[in-house]
């Protein structure tokens, strides 16, 4: 009964593809989150959404695109994937945006080759 | 930009002793801060939190050591068990709508048994 799930746990894929990240919470919880963790092992937000509204844009190339179709879903779709994309993207969520503890997921490894 | 500093990256300690796990950070407008459990391949969960109005916070065996002058929090564990054997991520925001976690780079924990 996971509370926050991703898929897929990894993605190997080539330079130039398009795919996407999804992300799934069951805790009822307001706001999601997108970290990035990258090769130094440092987790950066990403975006945050609360009640499907946009919230947190950090500065992320525009090849990367979150969705929230509603509040217990946030997805990722990144364009023309680059080799420095390569990282493990963690989806979080928090009661709402004033809540500091964040529930994080299990991670999504991205390889670009 | 380093706003949250974890300089030692990892820590050794025999079963049974205490784990002192430190953590700096440099903005001035951080007045909460957690501290964050990850094992391999699955997401970070939360240990512990402290409010900038203490300078302790206590749950079971983890306790959380704020000094605001100084910039400079640790988390002890006592006594360390093998399953504490972990990277642990100290985190920090500021107050308000809209307040992103900022992260450290983490320290790798063994317990030795």
């Known amino acids: 009964d996971t509370a926050v799930s991703q898929t897929p746990k990894y993605l190997v894929t080539q330079m130039g593809n398009d795919k996407s990240i999804k992300c799934e919470q069951n805790?009822?919880?307001?706001?999601m989150y997108w970290y990035k963790q990258d090769s130094k092992k440092f987790l950066k937000i990403m975006f945050s959404?609360?009640?499907?509204?946009?919230?947190i844009n950090e500065t992320v190339p525009n090849r990367f695109s979150p969705k929230s179709p509603d509040k217990a879903h946030l997805n990722l779709h990144i364009n023309s994937l680059e080799l420095g994309d390569s990282a493990v993207y963690f989806c979080?969520?928090?009661?709402?945006?004033?809540?500091?503890?964040?529930?994080f997921g299990p991670g999504t490894r991205l390889t670009v080759l | 930009d380093q706003q949250v500093k974890q300089n030692s990256p990892s820590l050794s300690v025999q079963e049974g002793r205490i784990s002192i796990l430190n953590c700096d950070y440099t903005?001035?407008?951080?007045?909460?801060f957690l501290w964050y459990k990850k094992y391999p391949a699955e997401g970070p969960t939360f240990l512990i939190s402290?409010?900038?109005?203490?300078d302790k916070n206590e749950d079971g065996r983890f306790t959380v050591f704020l000094n605001k002058s100084a910039k400079h929090l640790s988390l002890h564990i006592v006594p360390s068990q093998p399953g504490d054997s972990a990277v642990y991520f100290c985190?920090?925001?500021?107050?308000?709508?809209?307040?992103?976690?900022?992260f450290g780079k983490g320290i790798t924990l063994s317990v030795r048994p």
């Open positions: 979080a969520s928090s009661r709402d945006y004033f809540y500091n503890e964040q529930f």
């Open positions: 805790l009822g919880h307001d706001t």
């Open positions: 959404y609360n009640n499907k509204e946009l919230i």
């Open positions: 903005n001035s407008m951080f007045d909460y």
């Open positions: 402290i409010s900038s109005i203490k």
């Open positions: 985190a920090a925001t500021g107050t308000g709508a809209n307040s992103k976690l900022t």
